[in-house]
Protein backbone atom coordinates (compact mmCIF):
# COMPACT_ATOMS: atom_id res chain seq x y z
CA UNK A 1 0.00 0.00 0.00
CA UNK A 2 1.26 3.56 -0.79
CA UNK A 3 1.06 5.88 1.87
CA UNK A 4 0.93 9.65 0.24
CA UNK A 5 3.37 12.07 1.03
CA UNK A 6 1.58 14.75 3.44
CA UNK A 7 3.38 17.78 2.10
CA UNK A 8 1.44 16.75 -1.26
CA UNK A 9 -1.37 15.77 0.13
CA UNK A 10 -1.37 19.01 2.07
CA UNK A 11 -0.28 21.01 -0.94
CA UNK A 12 -3.37 19.94 -3.03
CA UNK A 13 -5.90 20.42 -0.42
CA UNK A 14 -4.59 24.09 -0.62
CA UNK A 15 -4.86 24.37 -3.93
CA UNK A 16 -8.66 23.41 -4.03
CA UNK A 17 -9.35 27.19 -2.84
CA UNK A 18 -8.92 30.44 -5.08
CA UNK A 19 -5.82 32.35 -5.18
CA UNK A 20 -7.17 35.34 -3.79
CA UNK A 21 -8.69 33.48 -1.38
CA UNK A 22 -5.08 32.14 -0.38
CA UNK A 23 -3.74 35.14 -0.33
CA UNK A 24 -5.88 37.03 2.48
CA UNK A 25 -5.03 33.74 4.36
CA UNK A 26 -1.76 34.51 4.34
CA UNK A 27 -2.35 38.18 5.25
CA UNK A 28 -4.31 36.95 8.06
CA UNK A 29 -1.64 34.40 9.20
CA UNK A 30 0.87 37.27 9.79
CA UNK A 31 -1.79 39.22 11.16
CA UNK A 32 -2.70 36.79 14.10
CA UNK A 33 0.85 35.75 14.17
CA UNK A 34 2.01 39.57 14.91
CA UNK A 35 -1.29 39.83 17.39
CA UNK A 36 -0.79 36.80 19.38
CA UNK A 37 1.55 37.10 21.52
CA UNK A 38 0.31 41.18 21.91
CA UNK A 39 -3.27 39.78 22.87
CA UNK A 40 -2.51 37.19 25.33
CA UNK A 41 1.05 38.54 26.90
CA UNK A 42 0.95 42.27 27.23
CA UNK A 43 -0.97 41.78 30.07
CA UNK A 44 1.61 39.65 31.77
CA UNK A 45 4.52 42.08 30.71
CA UNK A 46 2.87 44.96 31.85
CA UNK A 47 1.87 43.33 35.36
CA UNK A 48 5.84 42.36 35.32
CA UNK A 49 6.64 46.33 34.83
CA UNK A 50 4.59 46.98 37.54
CA UNK A 51 0.87 48.47 36.16
CA UNK A 52 -1.41 47.38 38.49
CA UNK A 53 -4.59 45.36 36.75
CA UNK A 54 -6.79 48.50 36.91
CA UNK A 55 -4.36 50.32 34.96
CA UNK A 56 -3.82 47.15 32.08
CA UNK A 57 -7.87 47.03 32.29
CA UNK A 58 -7.76 50.97 31.39
CA UNK A 59 -5.25 50.39 28.28
CA UNK A 60 -7.45 47.92 26.58
CA UNK A 61 -10.85 49.76 26.94
CA UNK A 62 -8.88 52.99 25.26
CA UNK A 63 -7.75 50.78 22.22
CA UNK A 64 -11.45 49.64 22.30
CA UNK A 65 -12.85 53.38 22.31
CA UNK A 66 -9.97 54.44 19.55
CA UNK A 67 -11.04 51.08 17.67
CA UNK A 68 -14.60 52.57 17.40
CA UNK A 69 -13.98 55.56 15.72
CA UNK A 70 -11.34 53.53 12.93
CA UNK A 71 -14.18 51.02 12.58
CA UNK A 72 -17.18 54.11 11.57
CA UNK A 73 -14.34 55.32 9.10
CA UNK A 74 -13.62 52.28 7.71
CA UNK A 75 -17.08 50.60 6.88
CA UNK A 76 -17.85 53.81 5.75
CA UNK A 77 -14.83 53.80 2.97
CA UNK A 78 -16.04 50.11 2.30
CA UNK A 79 -19.06 50.47 1.59
CA UNK A 80 -17.97 53.79 -0.71
CA UNK A 81 -15.12 51.96 -2.39
CA UNK A 82 -15.06 48.64 -1.89
CA UNK A 83 -11.35 48.40 -1.71
CA UNK A 84 -9.50 46.91 0.93
CA UNK A 85 -5.52 47.54 0.12
CA UNK A 86 -5.49 50.36 1.44
CA UNK A 87 -6.71 50.13 5.06
CA UNK A 88 -4.83 46.95 5.50
CA UNK A 89 -1.40 48.81 4.86
CA UNK A 90 -2.97 52.00 6.97
CA UNK A 91 -3.31 49.18 9.62
CA UNK A 92 0.03 47.30 9.42
CA UNK A 93 1.93 51.14 9.62
CA UNK A 94 0.09 52.27 12.58
CA UNK A 95 0.54 49.13 14.14
CA UNK A 96 4.30 48.91 13.26
CA UNK A 97 4.04 52.67 15.36
CA UNK A 98 2.31 51.42 18.09
CA UNK A 99 4.87 48.18 18.53
CA UNK A 100 7.60 50.68 19.14
CA UNK A 101 5.53 52.35 21.34
CA UNK A 102 5.10 49.68 23.05
CA UNK A 103 8.76 48.20 23.13
CA UNK A 104 9.79 51.77 24.82
CA UNK A 105 6.79 51.83 27.47
CA UNK A 106 7.91 52.12 31.07
CA UNK A 107 5.09 53.57 32.29
CA UNK A 108 1.15 54.02 32.35
CA UNK A 109 1.49 56.71 29.58
CA UNK A 110 3.28 55.40 26.53
CA UNK A 111 1.37 51.98 27.70
CA UNK A 112 -1.85 53.98 27.14
CA UNK A 113 -0.79 55.46 24.19
CA UNK A 114 0.57 51.89 22.63
CA UNK A 115 -2.54 50.44 23.34
CA UNK A 116 -4.08 53.50 21.39
CA UNK A 117 -2.65 53.09 18.50
CA UNK A 118 -3.08 48.97 18.31
CA UNK A 119 -7.01 49.85 18.73
CA UNK A 120 -6.97 52.25 15.72
CA UNK A 121 -5.08 49.68 13.48
CA UNK A 122 -7.86 47.03 14.85
CA UNK A 123 -10.19 49.02 13.87
CA UNK A 124 -8.84 49.53 10.66
CA UNK A 125 -7.56 46.00 9.89
CA UNK A 126 -10.74 43.58 10.69
CA UNK A 127 -13.73 45.07 9.12
CA UNK A 128 -11.67 45.29 5.50
CA UNK A 129 -10.14 41.67 6.13
CA UNK A 130 -13.56 40.09 6.87
CA UNK A 131 -15.08 42.60 4.40
CA UNK A 132 -13.23 40.52 1.70
CA UNK A 133 -14.00 37.36 1.98
CA UNK A 134 -17.28 36.79 0.03
CA UNK A 135 -15.83 38.13 -2.82
CA UNK A 136 -12.61 36.40 -3.03
CA UNK A 137 -14.06 32.69 -1.45
CA UNK A 138 -16.49 31.50 -4.92
CA UNK A 139 -17.12 29.15 -5.45
CA UNK A 140 -16.69 27.95 -2.02
CA UNK A 141 -19.36 28.41 0.49
CA UNK A 142 -18.78 31.22 2.58
CA UNK A 143 -18.45 29.79 5.75
CA UNK A 144 -16.38 27.45 4.72
CA UNK A 145 -14.31 30.36 3.40
CA UNK A 146 -14.38 32.03 7.10
CA UNK A 147 -13.58 28.71 8.39
CA UNK A 148 -10.52 28.53 6.40
CA UNK A 149 -9.10 32.06 7.02
CA UNK A 150 -10.04 31.53 10.97
CA UNK A 151 -8.17 28.27 11.01
CA UNK A 152 -5.03 30.25 9.97
CA UNK A 153 -5.60 33.15 12.46
CA UNK A 154 -5.60 29.81 15.00
CA UNK A 155 -2.46 29.05 13.89
CA UNK A 156 -1.08 32.04 13.54
CA UNK A 157 -2.36 33.37 17.07
CA UNK A 158 -0.45 29.96 18.51
CA UNK A 159 2.38 30.64 17.15
CA UNK A 160 2.64 34.07 18.27
CA UNK A 161 1.94 33.00 21.77
CA UNK A 162 4.19 30.18 21.56
CA UNK A 163 7.13 31.43 19.97
CA UNK A 164 6.12 34.89 21.84
CA UNK A 165 6.09 33.63 25.23
CA UNK A 166 9.75 31.63 24.61
CA UNK A 167 11.05 34.96 23.10
CA UNK A 168 10.15 37.14 25.84
CA UNK A 169 11.19 34.28 29.02
CA UNK A 170 14.54 33.94 27.45
CA UNK A 171 15.51 35.93 24.89
CA UNK A 172 13.55 39.66 25.75
CA UNK A 173 10.48 40.71 27.78
CA UNK A 174 8.85 42.45 24.69
CA UNK A 175 9.98 40.31 22.12
CA UNK A 176 6.33 40.34 21.04
CA UNK A 177 6.43 43.38 19.67
CA UNK A 178 9.24 43.11 18.04
CA UNK A 179 7.15 39.94 16.22
CA UNK A 180 4.33 41.84 15.53
CA UNK A 181 6.29 44.40 13.96
CA UNK A 182 7.80 42.34 11.50
CA UNK A 183 4.90 40.06 10.69
CA UNK A 184 2.97 43.49 9.78
CA UNK A 185 5.93 43.95 7.20
CA UNK A 186 5.20 40.81 5.25
CA UNK A 187 1.43 41.81 5.05
CA UNK A 188 2.57 44.93 3.69
CA UNK A 189 5.13 42.79 0.92
CA UNK A 190 2.60 40.85 0.17
CA UNK A 191 -0.13 43.49 -0.23
CA UNK A 192 2.27 45.45 -2.63
CA UNK A 193 3.12 41.79 -4.53
CA UNK A 194 -0.46 41.27 -5.57
CA UNK A 195 -2.07 45.19 -5.71
CA UNK A 196 -2.98 44.87 -8.88
CA UNK A 197 -4.80 41.71 -8.74
CA UNK A 198 -6.32 42.27 -5.72
CA UNK A 199 -8.09 45.09 -6.88
CA UNK A 200 -9.44 43.72 -10.13
CA UNK A 201 -10.73 40.62 -8.57
CA UNK A 202 -12.45 42.20 -5.89
CA UNK A 203 -13.67 44.65 -8.14
CA UNK A 204 -15.05 42.08 -10.76
CA UNK A 205 -16.44 39.68 -8.08
CA UNK A 206 -18.75 41.70 -5.61
CA UNK A 207 -21.88 41.43 -7.58
CA UNK A 208 -21.22 38.18 -8.46
CA UNK A 209 -20.78 37.14 -4.94
CA UNK A 210 -23.53 38.65 -3.80
CA UNK A 211 -26.24 37.34 -5.99
CA UNK A 212 -24.19 33.84 -4.97
CA UNK A 213 -24.64 33.97 -1.32
CA UNK A 214 -28.04 35.30 -2.01
CA UNK A 215 -27.81 38.20 0.18
CA UNK A 216 -29.49 40.80 -1.73
CA UNK A 217 -32.35 42.57 0.70
CA UNK A 218 -33.34 46.24 1.58
CA UNK A 219 -33.87 46.42 5.17
CA UNK A 220 -31.90 44.36 8.25
CA UNK A 221 -32.80 40.98 9.20
CA UNK A 222 -35.96 41.50 12.58
CA UNK A 223 -33.30 39.19 14.73
CA UNK A 224 -30.36 41.38 14.26
CA UNK A 225 -30.70 43.30 17.97
CA UNK A 226 -30.50 39.81 19.56
CA UNK A 227 -27.69 38.19 17.27
CA UNK A 228 -25.90 41.61 17.70
CA UNK A 229 -26.25 41.01 21.50
CA UNK A 230 -25.25 37.57 21.36
CA UNK A 231 -22.11 38.44 19.44
CA UNK A 232 -21.38 41.02 22.17
CA UNK A 233 -21.85 38.85 24.40
CA UNK A 234 -19.43 36.05 23.72
CA UNK A 235 -16.54 38.63 22.23
CA UNK A 236 -16.77 40.15 26.04
CA UNK A 237 -16.52 36.82 27.12
CA UNK A 238 -13.51 36.43 24.39
CA UNK A 239 -11.76 39.88 26.00
CA UNK A 240 -12.13 38.67 29.99
CA UNK A 241 -10.42 35.00 28.67
CA UNK A 242 -7.57 36.91 26.58
CA UNK A 243 -6.81 39.53 29.25
CA UNK A 244 -8.20 38.77 32.34
CA UNK A 245 -8.24 34.79 33.04
CA UNK A 246 -4.18 34.85 32.77
CA UNK A 247 -4.72 37.86 35.63
CA UNK A 248 -6.98 35.71 37.39
CA UNK A 249 -5.24 32.43 37.36
CA UNK A 250 -1.58 34.74 38.32
CA UNK A 251 -3.46 36.18 41.62
CA UNK A 252 -5.10 33.27 43.08
CA UNK A 253 -8.57 32.60 44.02
CA UNK A 254 -10.66 32.19 46.94
CA UNK A 255 -9.29 28.76 48.01
CA UNK A 256 -7.93 27.87 44.22
CA UNK A 257 -3.73 28.42 44.43
CA UNK A 258 -1.68 30.74 42.48
CA UNK A 259 -0.15 29.57 39.58
CA UNK A 260 3.22 30.62 38.15
CA UNK A 261 3.69 31.67 34.52
CA UNK A 262 5.28 29.74 33.49
CA UNK A 263 1.86 27.29 34.11
CA UNK A 264 -0.53 30.36 32.70
CA UNK A 265 1.53 30.26 29.63
CA UNK A 266 0.89 26.36 29.42
CA UNK A 267 -2.84 26.78 29.70
CA UNK A 268 -3.32 29.30 27.48
CA UNK A 269 -0.94 27.37 24.38
CA UNK A 270 -3.24 24.12 25.37
CA UNK A 271 -6.17 26.31 24.67
CA UNK A 272 -4.62 27.57 21.16
CA UNK A 273 -4.19 24.78 20.43
CA UNK A 274 -7.39 23.10 20.51
CA UNK A 275 -8.67 25.97 18.97
CA UNK A 276 -5.83 25.07 16.33
CA UNK A 277 -7.15 21.71 15.92
CA UNK A 278 -10.38 22.13 16.70
CA UNK A 279 -11.24 25.06 14.15
CA UNK A 280 -11.33 23.47 11.05
CA UNK A 281 -13.48 20.49 11.65
CA UNK A 282 -15.66 22.39 13.76
CA UNK A 283 -15.70 25.18 11.44
CA UNK A 284 -16.89 22.87 8.22
CA UNK A 285 -19.63 21.20 10.28
CA UNK A 286 -21.02 24.09 11.27
CA UNK A 287 -21.17 25.37 7.74
CA UNK A 288 -23.58 22.41 7.68
CA UNK A 289 -25.95 23.44 9.89
CA UNK A 290 -28.40 26.65 10.36
CA UNK A 291 -26.91 29.92 10.18
CA UNK A 292 -27.73 30.32 13.63
CA UNK A 293 -26.58 26.83 15.13
CA UNK A 294 -22.91 27.76 15.18
CA UNK A 295 -24.11 31.24 17.79
CA UNK A 296 -25.97 29.10 19.90
CA UNK A 297 -23.65 26.24 20.09
CA UNK A 298 -21.38 28.80 21.28
CA UNK A 299 -23.11 30.22 23.55
CA UNK A 300 -23.94 26.83 25.35
CA UNK A 301 -20.34 26.30 25.53
CA UNK A 302 -19.26 29.35 27.09
CA UNK A 303 -22.08 29.27 29.50
CA UNK A 304 -20.60 26.00 30.58
CA UNK A 305 -17.26 27.38 30.68
CA UNK A 306 -17.89 30.21 32.82
CA UNK A 307 -19.42 28.51 34.88
CA UNK A 308 -16.78 26.19 35.56
CA UNK A 309 -13.91 28.44 36.29
CA UNK A 310 -16.65 30.29 39.03
CA UNK A 311 -16.33 26.70 40.72
CA UNK A 312 -12.78 26.66 40.01
CA UNK A 313 -12.17 30.06 42.07
CA UNK A 314 -13.47 27.78 45.04
CA UNK A 315 -11.73 24.66 45.16
CA UNK A 316 -7.61 24.01 45.12
CA UNK A 317 -6.14 20.78 43.35
CA UNK A 318 -9.58 20.02 41.22
CA UNK A 319 -9.70 23.85 40.65
CA UNK A 320 -6.97 22.65 38.21
CA UNK A 321 -9.02 20.26 36.36
CA UNK A 322 -12.19 22.21 35.74
CA UNK A 323 -9.96 25.00 34.28
CA UNK A 324 -9.11 22.63 31.80
CA UNK A 325 -12.45 21.55 31.06
CA UNK A 326 -13.40 24.84 30.91
CA UNK A 327 -10.11 25.57 28.15
CA UNK A 328 -11.47 22.98 26.03
CA UNK A 329 -15.33 24.33 25.72
CA UNK A 330 -14.04 27.78 24.97
CA UNK A 331 -12.05 26.36 22.48
CA UNK A 332 -15.30 24.51 21.10
CA UNK A 333 -17.43 27.77 21.33
CA UNK A 334 -14.20 29.52 19.71
CA UNK A 335 -14.16 27.67 17.31
CA UNK A 336 -17.76 27.11 16.01
CA UNK A 337 -18.32 31.36 16.71
CA UNK A 338 -15.64 33.04 15.14
CA UNK A 339 -16.70 31.52 11.30
CA UNK A 340 -20.36 31.46 11.97
CA UNK A 341 -20.55 34.89 13.57
CA UNK A 342 -19.13 37.20 10.80
CA UNK A 343 -21.15 34.64 8.11
CA UNK A 344 -24.60 36.00 9.89
CA UNK A 345 -23.82 39.19 10.69
CA UNK A 346 -22.77 39.66 6.54
CA UNK A 347 -26.36 37.86 5.98
CA UNK A 348 -28.59 40.00 8.43
CA UNK A 349 -27.13 43.43 6.68
CA UNK A 350 -29.27 45.10 3.50
CA UNK A 351 -26.96 44.72 0.41
CA UNK A 352 -25.67 48.39 0.80
CA UNK A 353 -24.22 48.11 4.15
CA UNK A 354 -22.10 45.24 4.15
CA UNK A 355 -19.41 47.29 4.78
CA UNK A 356 -21.01 48.96 8.11
CA UNK A 357 -22.18 45.28 9.00
CA UNK A 358 -18.53 43.86 9.63
CA UNK A 359 -17.45 47.03 10.88
CA UNK A 360 -20.43 46.52 13.53
CA UNK A 361 -18.96 42.55 14.09
CA UNK A 362 -15.74 44.36 14.49
CA UNK A 363 -16.94 47.08 16.53
CA UNK A 364 -18.43 44.04 18.92
CA UNK A 365 -15.16 42.52 19.45
CA UNK A 366 -13.75 46.63 20.65
CA UNK A 367 -17.33 46.75 23.26
CA UNK A 368 -16.09 43.49 24.86
CA UNK A 369 -13.08 45.39 26.06
CA UNK A 370 -14.78 48.63 26.83
CA UNK A 371 -15.96 47.43 30.23
CA UNK A 372 -14.89 43.87 30.44
CA UNK A 373 -10.91 44.31 31.33
CA UNK A 374 -11.45 47.29 33.17
CA UNK A 375 -14.21 45.92 35.76
CA UNK A 376 -12.71 43.40 36.09
CA UNK A 377 -9.40 44.38 36.16
CA UNK A 378 -10.87 46.40 39.25
CA UNK A 379 -12.48 43.99 40.74
CA UNK A 380 -9.17 41.74 40.73
CA UNK A 381 -7.59 44.70 42.38
CA UNK A 382 -10.05 45.12 45.19
CA UNK A 383 -11.07 41.47 45.99
CA UNK A 384 -7.85 39.56 44.44
CA UNK A 385 -9.99 37.19 42.26
CA UNK A 386 -12.68 37.24 39.74
CA UNK A 387 -14.86 34.41 40.53
CA UNK A 388 -18.14 37.31 40.24
CA UNK A 389 -17.38 37.96 36.37
CA UNK A 390 -17.42 34.48 35.67
CA UNK A 391 -20.59 33.73 37.17
CA UNK A 392 -22.06 37.12 35.48
CA UNK A 393 -20.93 35.74 32.56
CA UNK A 394 -22.41 32.08 32.74
CA UNK A 395 -25.53 33.52 33.85
CA UNK A 396 -25.69 36.18 30.86
CA UNK A 397 -25.01 32.98 27.91
CA UNK A 398 -27.67 30.70 29.76
CA UNK A 399 -29.79 33.66 29.14
CA UNK A 400 -28.97 34.50 25.76
CA UNK A 401 -28.76 30.87 24.90
CA UNK A 402 -32.42 30.79 26.02
CA UNK A 403 -33.66 33.76 24.10
CA UNK A 404 -32.12 32.46 20.97
CA UNK A 405 -32.64 28.80 21.30
CA UNK A 406 -35.70 29.07 18.52
CA UNK A 407 -34.88 31.54 16.29
CA UNK A 408 -33.78 31.17 12.66
CA UNK A 409 -32.84 32.18 9.42
Avoid at 177 to 197: G, P, W
Avoid at 252 to 275: A, D, P, T
Wanted: proline share 3%; hydrophobic share 50%; charged share 10%.
Amino acid sequence: MVIPNKFITSKIWWSQFPFHLRLITKIRFFASFGAGGVIYLTSLIFNNIGLSATEIGLGFTISAIIGTLTRIFTGNYLNKTGKIHNPLLTSSLINITAGFFLIISTDTYSYIIGQALIGAAAGIYWPSAEFVVPYFCQPIDTRKAYALVRTSEALGIFLGVFIGGFMNNFIYLKSIFINDIFCMLSIILLIFRNKKSIKNTLKNSQEKALNHIKTYQDKWNKSTIIIVSSVILITTSLALIQVTLPLDLVKGGVYREVLNEKLISFIISFQLILLLILQWPVGSWISKKGKLFGLKFSLINFAVASLLLFISSYLNIEAFYLVFIAILLISLGTSSFLPTSTDVVFSIAPSNKKGYALALLSQCFAMGYFFGPIISGRVLDLYGYASIMWIAISFFCFLMFALIFKKSF
